[in-house]
């Protein structure tokens, strides 16, 4: 039903910056939530930041704030993650995710429905 396509992913020095985006096709009328998560090997798919479809409420995990901001281009159903003062740690597999309940907070794996196939950042020291 939803069909979700990351880009922007790459290599990047630590202190860059780097702005993923998220394409979103299908039927986007039924999406409440959009959010972004990360999986680095070995480790746990972990919550990076999300927004509401209508983009009034956006929601950062502790370790991006101040970092990394989510927005949303209603115009082209489009979601975007800018990346700055980038770290190592931040090297992982960004995920782009939605999901059509009505629910608060958004920031947890299993509460979206639709995934997309994932884009790679890699940070370099």
């Known amino acids: 039903q939803v069909q979700l396509v990351e880009s922007g992913g790459g290599l990047v020095q630590a202190g860059g910056s780097l702005r993923v985006s998220c394409a979103a096709s299908g039927r986007t009328f039924r999406l409440y939530a959009m959010g972004w998560f990360r999986q680095a090997p070995g480790k746990e798919r972990e919550f990076v930041a999300a927004?509401?479809?209508?983009?009034?409420?956006?929601y950062y995990a502790d370790s991006v704030k101040g970092r990394f901001t989510i927005s949303k281009d209603n115009t082209k159903n489009t979601v975007f993650l800018q990346m700055n003062s980038l770290k190592p740690e931040d090297t992982a597999v960004y995920y782009c995710a939605a999901g059509s309940k009505y629910y608060s907070p958004i920031i947890y794996p299993w509460q979206y429905d639709y995934w997309g196939q994932g884009t790679q950042v890699t940070v370099s020291s």
């Open positions: 927004i509401t479809w209508s983009g009034g409420v956006s």
